[in-house]
């Protein structure tokens, strides 16, 4: 163990791009100490400072002198290094980040676990280095079914083609909530549905997410339409509307040989869709519907501040017509084949905006172990990000047949799973999952699959899910993690104790069909709370909630 204080000014050195909310963060973790912040590295700065503080994600930016000082090892996105160490009579604390995330990631660890009453700092050894297990670690949203600021009207909690009743402010606040939630816990990016839309402010304000965001160290991933799903523009008067494109060439229109529908196999009911404008779709043969996509992806890649695309070619209808028929091989409702006659020019277009943008490309559902319905794939770039929908009853199978050999022989490299556990889509939107998302992460990286996407639509004021995201970021970030260190580092502090927090996770994934039960398991609970202050009482005052509301549907 060693100890640095009292220390009464620091001087920190912010050499990253995008350093307004890195420079607040500074603010935030040394909120106690005489604190100068400076861009660009001075000795001038430095001469009666008693501890200097570094903070880069381009170790170019530094003197050389200065780097020599340093330990360095090749960095990856997220992952990041506090060194310690003294020069020219000072003690130094170097944070280098992989990227801007990294940083922000090391900054917030050294708030929360490093820093002491009494303007100490105790650290455990003169390095710290951290590594994601798995680089991508990814939220799912919808628009009109995110709800993170608590007090809105026009809440939705279901659907995927629904209009958005809530005002412009309502949409800003919910992703400002909900991307404060995955920088301070490590999740590195999130696709928005719904991304582009009038009623809810538009250009404007899909640029003021991007742009907080962006300072974050969060990636925006927009979900566009390809052929379906409102193009990239999902509702309102632009040229990049699917349904105004339609409307204007009829003749592009895809020919469906039946109403557009899901049938999930672990949602308790069918889901049919009206004919309108949201089930538009065009035809994947026409070149002339391919053109306006590539004009629609640069125009969005060159608008706003994204981080990359999530990509979707349509799973609730195909095209009939002739052409589109002789030349693929059909599931249902979606057709790998049609993605792999129009993907390659998109992500082409994408990369060449910005080469650090992610291509996140939907293969659908339940299909990870059918190598031969995987096939298409080989024609697809290696530069994609490949994302296979998996429900709850498909879970069981991975657990039992996925091995480190099959991932290997995948067509392509990089290979993600999107997960219907835990949301609406699978009846359990409000369920703690939290259990099956770490062995999810686990298996994952045992496999050789790079990460995961879980949706988020549901406030972390509500516990479960609160505790949902945190397994998920934590055994993402380190799969290596065990349930019983989660518990005690994660839950302990936010559910008043070890025992608190294991009582807690038991009363509330409890299947209890007995009144007296619930009454007894609400009076423990009641007990617990009143010995707590502050959030760990709010959680339990919550979940006593809960407990009533179990009962009463009894």
């Known amino acids: 163990m060693q100890l640095l204080g009292p220390v009464n000014k620091i001087t920190a050195f912010l050499t990253v791009q995008h350093r307004s909310y890195l420079s607040e963060l500074i ?77 922000i990631y090391a900054i917030q660890e050294i708030k929360q676990r490093y820093l002491q009453v009494g303007n100490y700092l105790k650290f455990t050894s003169t390095k710290l280095r951290q590594i994601p297990t798995l680089p991508y670690r990814l939220f799912w949203t919808w628009d009109h079914t995110t709800n993170w600021q608590l007090d809105q009207c026009g809440q939705q909690e279901f659907g995927c083609f629904n209009d958005y009743s809530k005002t412009t402010d309502a949409f800003i606040q919910d992703y400002q909530r909900l991307i404060d939630f995955m920088s301070l ?81 672990d949602l308790s009911r069918k889901i049919s869709f009206p004919q309108n404008g949201f089930t538009d779709a065009a035809c994947p043969s026409k070149t002339e519907n391919l053109q306006y996509h590539v004009e629609a992806i640069q125009w969005l890649c060159e608008t706003f501040a994204i981080g990359g ?41 994408v990369k060449q ?42 879970w069981q199978k991975i657990q039992t047949e996925l091995t480190k050999d099959y991932v290997n022989q995948l067509p392509k490299s990089t290979n993600i799973l999107r997960t219907h556990m835990g949301s609406q889509w699978n ?16 298996l994952l990286y045992s496999r050789g699959m790079q990460g995961a996407t879980i949706f988020s639509e549901v406030s972390a004021f509500n516990v479960s899910n609160e505790i949902n995201y945190l397994a998920f970021s934590r055994f993402g970030y380190d799969a290596t993690l065990t349930w019983d260190n989660f518990l005690q580092q994660e839950l302990s502090p936010r559910l008043g104790g070890d025992p608190e927090a294991e009582l807690f ?18 009076g423990v ?20 909630n809960e407990l009533h509301k179990k009962q009463q549907s009894l």
């Not at 501890?51 to 170019?60: C, G, Q, R």
């Not at 009846?427 to 686990?442: G, N, S, T, W």
């Not at 996770?505 to 609400?522: G, H, K, P, Y």
């Open 27 to 103: 603010n935030q973790t040394f909120i106690s100490y005489n604190l100068q912040i400076c861009d660009q590295f001075s000795y001038d700065d430095i001469t009666d400072s008693e501890l200097v503080v570094i903070a880069t994600d381009d170790i170019k930016t530094l003197p050389t002198e200065l780097v020599a000082k340093l330990d360095l090892t090749s960095l990856s996105a997220g992952a990041f290094e506090i060194q310690f160490f003294n020069w020219l009579e000072r003690p130094y604390m170097a944070v280098i980040g992989g990227d801007l995330a990294g940083v």
């Open 185 to 265: 816990n490590r999740v590195s990016g999130i696709t928005i549905y719904g991304f582009l839309r009038d009623s809810h402010g538009g250009i404007d304000a899909a640029q003021q997410i991007c742009n907080y965001a962006q300072a974050r160290g969060v990636r925006i991933l927009p979900g566009v339409g390809i052929n379906a799903y409102g193009g990239i523009y999902w509702q309102g008067e632009h040229r990049y509307n699917l349904h105004n494109w339609l409307t204007a060439h009829p003749e592009l229109r895809a020919q469906y040989n039946k109403p557009a529908e899901f049938n999930i196999p």
């Open 309 to 349: 695309v999530n990509f979707e070619s349509g799973d609730y209808a195909l095209c009939y017509c002739d052409d589109c028929k002789s030349k693929r091989k059909t599931h249902s409702t979606w057709s790998l084949h049609d993605m792999i006659n129009i993907y390659p020019v998109l992500f082409d277009v």
């Open 353 to 394: 905006t910005n080469p650090t943008y992610w291509n996140v490309c939907e293969t659908y559902w339940d299909n990870l172990l059918e190598p031969n319905a995987l096939e298409a794939l080989v024609h697809l770039p290696d530069s994609a990000i490949y994302q296979f929908c998996c429900n709850r009853s498909y």
């Open 427 to 442: 009846d359990e939107r409000y369920q703690l999952v939290a259990k099956r998302y770490a062995q999810m992460m686990h």
């Open 505 to 522: 996770i038991n009363l509330l994934d409890a299947d209890i069909r007995s009144t007296d039960q619930l009454d007894n398991n609400i």
């Open 525 to 544: 609970a009641k007990e617990i709370s009143s010995t707590l202050s502050g959030d760990p009482y709010r959680r339990w005052i919550w979940l006593i």
